[in-house]
């Protein structure tokens, strides 16, 4: 946007030296330096809040890094390059274990029980996807899969996923899968990456 910030509304030849100066000269000069300052401030506010930072603002509230929330806001013709993707350990699974879309790309898990995952903040009308790494300590569990969702397309080639069940049966060992939808979570895609089972 333009600035509207004016330094020509300013008169800067304005006291002039040995002679009577008109006051209405040094008002116009004290309302139009006011006025500045007011543009200058607005304009500050919405660089504050509107710009991408790389570290947080001096005196700021937020943590020592800039968290950037571009709020949905398109991001075009971008050339990324070092580009790291957030990756959150999940430790120990038991029983039910949320998969927070919108806080990693990449999720590990390790677990000797069975489990069922549950996804939110999938986004409706774009493609998310996750990355899950699962590490199957002792014994054969099952992972039972979003039972909400109306059409799991399930990872073709992969002799762990049961269909019927809706749910991966894991022996011990190393496995990651990327899971992708469109439409919210309703259906959901899984992708195998890595199936490595441990040797006895």
Not at 162 to 187: C, D, Q, R, W
Request: charged residues 15%.
């Amino acid at each position: 946007m333009a600035s509207n910030i004016n330094p020509n509304s300013i008169d800067n030849t304005y006291p002039i030296a040995g002679q009577d100066n008109d006051s209405q000269g040094f008002r116009d000069n004290f309302t139009n330096t006011k006025s500045n300052f007011e543009h200058s401030r607005d304009e500050i506010d919405d660089l504050q809040n509107n710009a991408l930072l790389k570290n947080a603002l001096s005196g700021s509230a937020e943590s020592a890094d800039a968290h950037n929330n571009l709020d949905g806001t398109m991001l075009t013709s971008a050339v990324m390059k070092d580009m790291r993707l957030p990756v959150s350990l999940l430790g120990n699974a038991d029983g039910t274990t949320e998969i927070d879309v919108s806080t990693a790309y990449y999720f590990t898990l390790s677990t000797g029980v069975d489990i069922e995952l549950v996804f939110i903040n999938f986004i409706n009308n774009f493609i998310n996807k996750v990355m899950i790494e699962i590490t199957v300590e002792n014994n054969p569990i099952e992972v039972t899969l979003p039972r909400d969702a109306q059409n799991t397309i399930g990872p073709t080639g992969s002799s762990y996923y049961n269909a019927g069940n809706n749910s991966l049966e894991l022996p011990t060992g190393v496995f990651i899968y990327e899971f992708f939808s469109t439409n919210g979570g309703s259906t959901l895609i899984i992708v195998p990456v890595v199936e490595e089972v441990s040797t006895p």
